[in-house]
Structures are given as C-alpha cells and as structure tokens.
C-alpha cells in the first residue's frame, strides 16, 4: 500500500533510513556465508574491480562504459572461479557474459535501468538459498510466497489493477526534480505515464529488499553475519551523516553513497556466480 500510495516517498525515505544499513548487513552477510570461496584471489580481484566501479561512479556519466566493462568481468571472473566444479556450465555461462555485455555497451540507459531493477531482486536468489533448510511443504510454501513477491505484487501495479499517483502529484522537496528518479526506473521510451507504474514497482521491491536485510536475514541467518552490538552505533552514526546530507545536498549526497554502494551491489555479481557453481559448499 506504501508502494501503491506514496512511491516516491517510500523510495526516498527508504533510502534515508536504510540504505547504509542494508549495504552493511548483506556484506557482512554474504563474507560470511560464501567465506570458503570469496577469499583469496578471488576476493582481492572482485574488490579491485568494485573499487574501480566506485571511482568511476563519482566521475558521473562519462564513467559508465568503464563501469558496464567491470561488472561483466566481476561475473566472467565468478563463473572462471567456479568453473572447476561446474566446468559445462561455465563454457555455455562466459560466452553468454560477453554477449550480454556487448548488449550492455550498446544500450546504456536500458542496461543502468535493468540493474537497478535486478539488485532489488537479488534477495529472492539468497532467499531460494536459504530455504533449503526447510523441508517439504515448508519450503514448497516459502518459496511460494517469493514468488508472489517477485511477479504478482509488480504485475498489480504495471497493470493499474493496484492504482498509483501521478508522477505530478508526487514530490519531496529536498530529493531533486522528479525527472531524475524517472531516469533511474525506467528506460527513455517509458517515461510517459506509465513511469509513475514502474516508479511504484521500484519502491515496492526497494521496500522489500531492504526488509530483507535489515529484519529477516539477522534474525534468521547464520551467528557469525550478524553484527555486533557495537557496530550498529557506527552504522547508525554514518547513516545519520548520510540523512543529514540528503536534506542538506541531495544530489551529492547520492553520489557519495553510490559510489560506496558499489562494493555490496558488485559482490552480488560474484556471489551469484557462486550460488549457482557450489550452492552446497557450506551447510545451509
């Protein structure tokens, strides 16, 4: 109802809130749950590659092709890692990685726009992981509901069966012109009317993903991901630095923590390719 009412808010104050938070509890989530194979090597080139994604991201638009590059190797280089326990997997995977990266090249908005939808759905793939501690019609159930989350909720609101505000009614005076969170939810031939749909379809699985962070994952995942008591007070302290930068300086602001956003959205590249090579490396 929050998605369907108020996207544009929802969004906003959702990343406010909860955008340091989440960023901070899937890394410590995913360094703890793939620890055997994100290590080493592997980890020092995924970090090498993230941490040139985050330089250019301050850079703006002129850094977006070297980005597209980095995060195509970030994935090329998962499957390559993996590729000693699922070797035929991997020769089909790494040709359709560079197909899917010439494609990026060429259609840059479409690319930037599908990321930003992917991310906010990752959660479903680790969510599919988690289940697999439960049994029978439990996780037949639990996976259910996911689905529902991922294609029938969005699906409501694509098609007006859930109605949605005006982009024209919408605004928060401190976020910037609406015309820039159009750009980042969809793509340059749908931002008519229909962008206000896909703006509250964003919110949605915004809203979502950072539940799943910041509420399910630490009190279901494994003791060693989750934080100690005093790190939560540093969390908290920077992502008050953080709010205080968007009422003050917006557009700034959410550079910064784009940039610094990088490292959690691009070890998801990495991860990814490690849920589907060793998903039973470790005990769920």
Request: net charge positive; hydrophobic share 60%; with cysteine.
């Amino acid at each position: 109802m929050l998605a369907a009412r108020a996207p544009l808010l929802a969004s906003v104050v959702g990343l406010m809130v909860l955008g340091i938070l989440h960023n901070v509890l899937e890394l410590r989530y995913v360094l703890a749950r793939w620890a055997g194979s994100f290590a080493g090597v592997f980890r020092v080139g995924v970090l090498a590659l993230v941490t040139v994604i985050a330089m250019t991201r301050l850079v703006g638009a002129p850094g977006r092709r070297v980005e597209v590059v980095a995060g195509f190797a970030i994935l090329a280089f998962g499957m390559a890692w993996g590729a000693r326990s699922r070797p035929v997997l991997a020769a089909f995977g790494l040709p359709a990685v560079v197909v899917a990266g010439v494609i990026a090249w060429t259609h840059l908005d479409h690319y930037f726009v599908a990321v930003t939808y992917l991310h906010n759905l990752v959660p479903f793939v680790f969510l599919w992981d988690w289940s697999r501690r439960l049994a029978g019609r439990a996780r037949t159930a639990f996976r259910a509901v996911q689905v529902a989350w991922l294609l029938v909720v969005p699906a409501l609101l694509l098609t007006g069966a859930l109605p949605v505000p005006s982009l024209s009614s919408q605004s928060v005076s401190f976020a910037g012109p609406m015309s820039g969170h159009v750009a980042t939810v969809a793509p340059p031939e749908w931002r008519g009317p229909e962008a206000a749909r896909l703006l509250a379809v964003f919110a949605f699985l915004q809203v979502l993903h950072y539940v799943f962070w910041c509420w399910f994952l630490p009190r279901n995942g494994p003791a060693q991901a989750r934080l100690p008591r005093i790190a939560w007070v540093g969390v908290a302290a920077v992502a008050a630095v953080f709010a205080f930068g968007y009422m003050t300086a917006w557009t700034g602001t959410k550079i910064a923590y784009t940039s610094l956003a990088s490292y959690h959205a691009y070890v998801e590249y990495a991860v990814l390719a490690l849920v589907v090579f060793r998903p039973r490396e470790v005990p769920a």
